[in-house]
Structure formats: C-alpha cells, structure tokens
C-alpha cells in the first residue's frame, strides 16, 4: 500500500517514511503544499499524512481542493496545532484523523494501521487472504495450503494490490499508477510481464485462484474449480 507524507520538516519526514517501510508500507515524501496537492490528486495512495503549516499552499487548502474533486484518499492530519477550532475545521473538510506534534512514531503508525484497515476492509494489513492463497507481506510468501514461494519487489506490490481489491477490476493503467507511480516510464507491457511472473508461481503452488484478464480493461481476481490457473 501506497502512502503520500505532504510534511516539510525534512527530519519528521523521514522518519516518518522509515517506520512506515519498516511496516512493509510505500512511503512517498513532498516537502511544499502546492506539489503534495498535485501528487494527491494523482488519486493512487491509499492514504495521505498531511501538515497544515506548508509552504505554498497550507493544509486545509488541499483538503478543501481534494475534497472537491472528489478524492475519496483517506487523510490523517500531522501538525503542530492543538486549538480545537482546527482540529474541527480539518475533520469537517474531509481529514479522517488528526494527530498532533510532537506526537510518537508507535502512535502514528497504530492510527495509520486502523484507517487503512478501516478504508480497505482488512483484518490485517500484513496478511492478505483469497481463496486458498495467502500472502504474508512481513516476509514476502505467498502460500497455498502446505506450499509457498517467495516473492519481492513489484511482484509483491502487485499481488498485495490484487489482494486488497479482490474480485474487482484493476485496469492496467491504475495497476502501473499505483506500483510505478504516476509520473513513471514504465513500459505499456510491464504489467502484463509481472502478471504472467505471479501466474507462473500461483501455479507451482497449485491454487485454486486465479488472475483473470478482463479483456480491453484489466485483472482480477477469481477462485476456480480448476485446480490449475489459467489465462
């Protein structure tokens, strides 16, 4: 999972972005408001830790423009402000949660655990499950029953993203935003690359699952009787 950190005190953020790693999280640090509010509306983080206090474009203003463009990416607010009155302006414009500085690293990285299994439904955020397959992200297995195999890199975060959004629809376009980035070079066909790799290795663990191709859309997930994948 992918989280944006729009905070410019430089130390604070990466720290920040190290404990979050530490918890096999993507962290991705913006130092200004205006270019934290550009790579937020990319719409491809599943959650945000925003500063109010930014240089260029504070806080709240970001809020209020991802707010209405509709970006649903839940937000936790990091700042030094503790009157009420902000805390209520942020909740009301659309932050899910607010913590304020100096404030422990344990603390934050509790919260950000219970909003991303509140935003994505999971039991734990380390260990995804579907059909028979479980990956465990702690250590990079991907299992099936008594069998498993190793994965790491963007085999990893692809298969935690087809996890996490189970018998959905992932276009190839939202699946090479999400793991590439945004502003990336990735080759048209990278994907496609990527999935027959986790394809390969679905099979040698003889799961049931399988990822299917939405032909002209994208990949999903399905559980078969098939005891082999298939394309």
């Not at 989280?3 to 604070?12: A, F, P, S, T």
């Not at 790693?21 to 550009?38: F, M, P, Q, S, W």
């Not at 937000?75 to 422990?104: C, M, Q, R, V, W």
Request: hydrophobic share 35%; proline share 1%.
């Amino acid at each position: 999972m992918k989280v944006l950190i729009i905070e410019d005190e430089y130390n604070l953020a990466d720290a920040i972005k190290e404990s979050l790693e530490k918890e096999h999280l993507d962290a991705t640090i913006v130092t200004n408001g205006y270019d934290g509010e550009e790579e937020a509306l990319t719409n491809i983080y599943d959650l945000i830790l925003l500063d109010i206090m930014l240089p260029k474009k504070n806080g709240f203003e970001i809020l209020k423009t991802l707010k209405e463009e509709k970006i649903k990416t839940p937000i936790i607010i990091l700042t030094a402000k503790s009157e009420l009155d902000d805390k209520l302006n942020g909740l009301e414009n659309g932050a899910d949660d607010y913590i304020t500085k100096p404030f422990h690293m344990k603390e934050l990285i509790a919260r950000v655990k219970i909003i991303l299994k509140r935003s994505t439904n999971l039991e734990d955020t380390n260990n995804l499950k579907y059909g028979d397959l479980e990956l465990d992200l702690s250590t990079g297995k991907l299992k099936c029953n008594d069998k498993e195999v190793s994965i790491n890199g963007k085999e990893l975060n692809l298969m935690e993203l087809l996890l996490i959004n189970k018998e959905q629809i992932m276009s190839k376009e939202v699946l090479t935003d999400k793991i590439w980035g945004y502003d990336n070079d990735a080759e048209y066909n990278t994907v496609e690359v990527y999935i027959s790799f986790l394809r390969k290795k679905i099979s040698l663990l003889g799961s049931k699952t399988k990822i299917s191709t939405i032909r002209g859309i994208g990949y999903k997930l399905e559980e078969t009787n098939d005891k082999k994948t298939k394309e």
